[in-house]
């Protein structure tokens, strides 16, 4: 199993940029679809953004759509994901996780999450 580690969270103002990174240790992720998901505080954990493997294909959440964007390293066992014109409503811890797509959604492939990294945007 592969093991990741989020970072590039932070406060940012509305309107403002991030670019989060996932990168992995242990067993290579490099064959694995891998996706980016966020929780806010009192709400379920949603789906933001997906990449596949080998195609590199990528599939967003309706919230993030045209504000965000997925993209992997292989060589560097790291995933990013660029957040453009950050809204109140993104603030969320977010994580990222080996995906699949199952039941019409990408779901955590192994079910486990890491520690995740706080998004804060201000108005």
Known sequence: ??????????????GGSLRLSCAASGRSFSSYNMGWFRQAPGKEREFVAA???PSSSTYYGDSVKGR????RDNAKNTVYLQMNNLKPEDTAVHYCAPVLWADSTWQN?????????QVTVSS
């Open 1 to 14: 199993q592969v093991q990741l580690v989020e970072s590039g969270g932070g406060l940012v103002q509305a």
């Open 51 to 53: 990449i596949t493997w």
């Open 68 to 71: 965000f964007t997925i993209s």
């Open 109 to 117: 492939l192994f079910g486990s999450w890491g520690q995740g990294t």
